[in-house]
């Protein structure tokens, strides 16, 4: 069974910082693509940083340059770094198993970001 815990979420000003985390169990972490996803109020799910099976990393063009993705095969965790946040990144973040939205929707209960002033 496929459980995805999210933590690191919380409010800050625009400009801050938060580093997301995800603890991954159930399933082989190190053999399956992982995506941060992200759905802002009113607006549906999008993906925001998503790693392949073999470490490549892709963002999210809003998001680029200002969050760094990493997997820890080894401990099974999926860290989102983001800095230098703005409004518009405020949503509920999700660790998902897969590749950006394709595939079934397993997810963990995710973390709360809000980004204001």
């Known amino acids: 069974q496929v459980q995805l815990v999210e933590s690191g979420g919380g409010s800050v000003q625009p400009g801050g910082s938060l580093r997301l985390s995800c603890v991954a169990s159930g399933f082989t972490f190190s053999r399956s693509a992982m995506t941060w996803i992200r759905q802002a109020p009113g607006k549906e799910l999008e993906w925001v940083s998503a790693i392949t099976v073999h470490g490549d990393i892709t963002y999210k063009d809003s998001v680029k340059g200002r969050f760094t993705l990493s997997k820890d095969n080894a401990k099974n965790i999926l860290d989102l770094q983001m800095n230098n946040l703005k409004p518009e990144d405020t949503g509920v973040y999700y660790c998902?198993?897969?590749?950006?939205?394709?595939?079934?929707?397993?997810r963990g209960q995710g973390t709360q970001v809000t980004v204001s002033s």
């Open positions: 998902k198993k897969g590749y950006k939205l394709f595939g079934p929707q397993e």
